[in-house]
């Protein structure tokens, strides 16, 4: 499968991805090793403090990991995730997580993802590994 179809697939599956459009997580930009997902702060997000919960910002954190580390079209799974929250977000508002790939081997890649509000201020990071399988994406 070339570049683009697999751009393309992962564009369509992330457009219907149900947790997705549960969460309001979506992508705004993909290249091979690369993606950028935004989400819109809501208050079914937040915590028992009325802060957006970490597992949210975990989700886009997530969501921008598996794009970009899907997107050479062979399926990778996540090995290890390690996030620092450096700021709580601001109570409205847009985040952006964007992931880079900074190393692929065969069987192994790894991501450096960061979260930034609307203003670019720095909200978590994260340094992701992946095992990347030799199955094509099934889709």
Do not use: W
Not at 18 to 44: F, Q
Request: proline share 3%.
């Amino acid at each position: 499968m070339t570049s683009d179809l697999v751009l393309e697939s992962i564009i369509t599956r992330v457009e219907n991805e149900p947790y997705a459009k549960k969460t309001g997580l979506k992508l705004i930009k993909i290249e091979p090793g690369y993606a950028l997902v935004e989400m819109t702060l809501k208050d079914d997000l937040k915590n028992i403090f009325n802060m957006t919960h970490g597992g949210a910002i975990f989700s886009l954190i997530d969501e921008a990991f598996e794009i970009s580390v899907n997107s050479h079209g062979t399926v990778a799974v996540a090995l290890n995730m390690s996030v620092t929250f450096h700021r709580t977000p601001k109570k409205e508002g847009i985040l952006r997580a964007e992931s880079r790939e900074i190393y692929k081997s065969k069987k192994t890649a790894s991501y450096d993802i960061k979260v930034t509000d609307e203003d670019g201020d720095l909200i978590a990071s994260c340094n992701a590994l992946a095992y990347r399988k030799q199955d094509s994406l099934p889709f």
